[in-house]
């Protein structure tokens, strides 16, 4: 076995494995180990450190790991020691059972998925004999710990790795805080340091990974990193004119419209485009919400139901059943006909769907991260160029077109992410920030695995060697008082917290496993009539303006409980759009979109029509003045043109309503509607001497803030500063309104 990696004829990892694995690997065909995988072994053999292994799609990251963590398994006569394998998704876990069964079988090493759909006998049978390599999602090992607390000293006491797949899934969401408690808690459970396994193949700050594995570890976490080994990639941005729907004419009474005469002739053109390109092949088509994935897929299967093909395009997305879910994945992987799956992010993991030819983006991509994890999933097969087509639709500009159709924003911002893509960086997952909805899940979920705890105990565990230590005493003191109020919690006169009857009854609930909600969107009501619902990322504040369904709306209040906001219409202003993508954009997003602007010599990968609506964008960019101009006046409104992400224009948007302005996050800039730049720039003035407790009470303001699964048990300080710290850059806002402030106007 030769490696070009090793530099040498032999490769000193490869006899480094258990001599079982090798006849494994000289079975499979294989002529040497990969660069990820060569690496690994040496590090992961002895079990003896943390270990973060990043790499491409396809680049061979669970062999990499697997290879040693098995050979030090095999180092027994009888396999004793166990592998606990954490995956987000229970498909990843199947996918990840039926790679390993046929491996590990052949070396008499145990394999056990864990979660709803595997049997209590499989269950029982890992129980008696806590060997081997358990699968497992965070909400089920949550139940084990809440379930069999009393026990786990015995299942776990021959741990000798806690492996981490998709590590960047994780990293600055509640559920990534739950995973850092659980493996903070087998540590305490075992009564010693686990050796970690982080596995990703999108990873944008090492270091920020690092310290999400192992927060304050005494030895530096090692640092495989892997690249794409120069792989070709071609990538085409395809514009398109907004159209109208083909409905103008009457319809017959009782008669209903098809698909076809209901959406925008600018989809068909679309989905014409998508279906002469695609159809014979496989492939991924990522529209950006479900409701236009469904509408893809209806287009895309009547193509070939008029042409007499049978049908190759099949949706998926987190509402559709579990097994119309599989019926996608399976015509997918089977590979013995042509199939296309129109998905929103479900997709995006690492599931094993067989190679596909191409990634077709409608509309801007979500994040560079996103767009790079799609498109690693083409051109997987050796010599095949991973091959991406994004399709941008603009709307036809008239008198009164926004600053956001005027730049041609979603059609720039593809552009400038897939140069961010071709020049390697992608965003660095969010950390830090307060995350109490899950530091309340985790205290009610460490009294039940103990019989109760004191309040000692709890910060002990979960501030001091835990994940929370941004919340101080005052703040962890207030949280156990409200979950005291609520009879969550009950303390006995020693001093040992259990649950209350409440926190019993949530407790017990298989729903309580889960950190997350996953009813995640508000229903959007215009008087007693629903207008349908969308995922809210943004403030939501009384007053504002926005976009839903086609038509301007004015917010008139806010249900955060019940996930409603009330709207009536509104003529005025041009409001952000609400269109259900969710998608949050990064500063350096926002600053490429600048320099693609700025510059003037024509972008290799767009078509004749998508160049002519760039070069539209650059003309007025250049006749505004923002090149260098920050503060102008378009229409009714002042523009402040921040060119940064949403986290800080949102920060700034609320910053601007608490002083009496009607103010809205527009992409590039937020739009004040003012008659003229003297009050805004009074209003900046202002908030550039904010005091902390001025800044603090602005957040009143914002009425959904409510936002994780946990937060209705928080007192409301406590919630307002986690919504500002997870979703507002109140520091930059601030610095933002001393530089505009002083900006001259246009």
């Not at 050796?195 to 192992?214: C, E, H, I, K, Y």
């Not at 139901?305 to 994945?329: A, I, V």
């Not at 097969?381 to 730049?407: F, N, P, Q, T």
């Not at 700025?598 to 070069?615: G, H, I, K, S």
Request: aromatic share 6%; with cysteine; proline share 5%.
């Amino acid at each position: 076995m030769s490696s070009p990696v090793s530099g040498s004829t032999e490769s000193r990892s490869f006899d480094l494995l258990d001599e079982r694995i090798r006849r494994w690997i000289w079975r499979e065909g294989w002529t040497e180990l990969r660069d990820a995988q060569e690496r690994a072994v040496p590090a992961l053999i002895e079990a003896d450190r943390d270990v973060i292994i990043a790499a491409a799609t396809a680049a061979g990251k669970t062999e990499a790991a697997f290879l040693p963590i098995l050979s030090n398994l095999l180092r027994d006569a009888r396999c004793v020691g166990s592998v606990l394998y954490v995956s987000p998704l229970k498909a990843l876990i199947n996918d990840q059972w039926s790679r390993l069964e046929q491996l590990c079988e052949s070396l008499d090493i145990p394999v056990t998925g864990w979660h709803g759909d595997v049997s209590a006998g499989r269950k029982q049978r890992f129980l008696k004999h806590s060997a081997g390599v358990l699968l497992i999602t965070p909400e089920s090992l949550e139940a084990l710990f809440v379930n069999r607390g009393a026990s786990l000293a015995a299942i776990f006491s021959t741990l000798r790795y806690v492996v981490v797949d998709e590590l960047h899934a994780f990293i600055g969401a509640e559920r990534g805080m739950q995973l850092q408690s659980l493996m903070a808690r087998v540590d305490h459970v075992c009564g010693r340091s686990v050796p970690r396994v982080g596995l990703s193949a999108t990873l944008g700050d090492m270091q920020l990974a690092a310290r999400f594995l192992r927060a304050r570890a005494k030895r530096p976490v090692e640092i495989i990193e892997s690249g794409s080994a120069g792989q070709e990639l071609k990538v085409l941005i395809k514009g398109f004119v907004e159209t109208g729907a083909r409905l103008d004419f009457d319809l017959a009474p009782g008669e209903r419209p098809a698909l076809e005469d209901d959406v925008p002739g600018s989809t068909l053109e679309v989905a014409s485009q998508i279906y002469r390109a695609l159809r014979g092949s496989n492939n991924l088509i990522f529209p950006n919400s479900r409701r236009l994935v469904e509408n893809y897929a209806s287009l895309l299967r009547r193509a070939c139901e008029r042409d007499g093909y049978p049908n190759e395009f099949w949706p998926h997305h987190g509402s559709l059943s579990k097994e119309l879910r599989e019926e996608t994945e399976r015509a997918l992987k089977a590979g013995d006909r042509p199939a296309s799956a129109v998905c929103t992010t479900t997709l995006e993991l690492g599931i094993d769907i067989g190679a596909v030819k191409s990634v077709a983006q409608i509309g801007p991509p979500p994040s560079v991260a996103s767009l790079r994890q799609r498109l690693g999933r083409s051109g997987r097969r050796k010599g095949e160029a991973a091959i991406l087509r994004c399709y941008c639709v603009e709307a036809e500009l008239r008198d009164d077109s926004d600053l956001s159709d005027r730049l041609r924003e979603g059609l720039v911002q593809s552009i400038a992410m897939v140069r961010l893509l071709l020049k390697r960086w992608f965003e660095p997952p969010r950390a830090g920030g307060l995350h109490p909805s899950t530091l309340v899940q985790q205290i009610l979920s460490i009294i039940a695995e103990r019989g109760g705890a004191t309040a000692s105990d709890l910060w002990q565990t979960l501030v001091v060697d835990g994940p929370f230590d941004t919340i101080d005493k005052p703040t962890f003191a207030a949280i156990l008082r409200s979950l005291g109020g609520r009879d969550l919690i009950v303390q006995e006169q020693g001093g040992l917290l259990l649950h209350g009857v409440a926190g019993e009854r949530l407790v017990n609930h298989y729903a309580f496993y889960a950190s997350f909600s996953s009813d995640d969107e508000f229903s959007v009501i215009a008087g007693n009539r629903p207008l349908g619902s969308l995922p809210v990322s943004h403030p939501l504040t009384p007053g504002q303006s926005i976009i839903f369904a086609g038509q301007r709306w004015r917010v008139e209040d806010v249900d955060a409980e019940k996930k409603r906001v009330f709207v009536h219409p509104d003529r005025g202003g041009a409001p952000p759009v609400f269109d259900g993508a969710g998608a949050r954009v990064h500063d350096e997003v926002r600053r490429e979109m600048h320099r693609v602007l700025a510059e003037t010599e024509p972008v290799a990968f767009l078509d004749a029509r998508a160049q002519m609506l760039l070069d539209e964008a650059r003309r007025y960019f250049v006749s505004s003045n923002l090149a260098t101009q920050s503060v102008f006046v378009a229409g009714s409104s002042v523009m402040l043109a921040t060119w940064s992400g949403d986290w800080l224009n949102d920060a700034l948007v609320v910053l601007l309503r608490a002083q009496g302005l009607d103010a809205w996050n527009q992409g590039p800039a937020v739009s004040v509607r003012a008659s003229g730049t003297g009050t805004v720039r009074d209003a900046l003035q202002r908030i550039a001497t904010m005091t902390p407790s001025e800044t603090t009470a602005a957040l009143q303001t914002i009425q959904n803030v409510d936002n994780e699964k946990w937060d209705w048990t928080l007192p409301d300080d406590v919630k307002r500063a986690a919504y500002a710290s997870l979703r507002l850059d109140l520091a930059g806002a601030l610095a933002e309104a001393r530089r505009l402030a002083v900006a001259e106007p246009a």
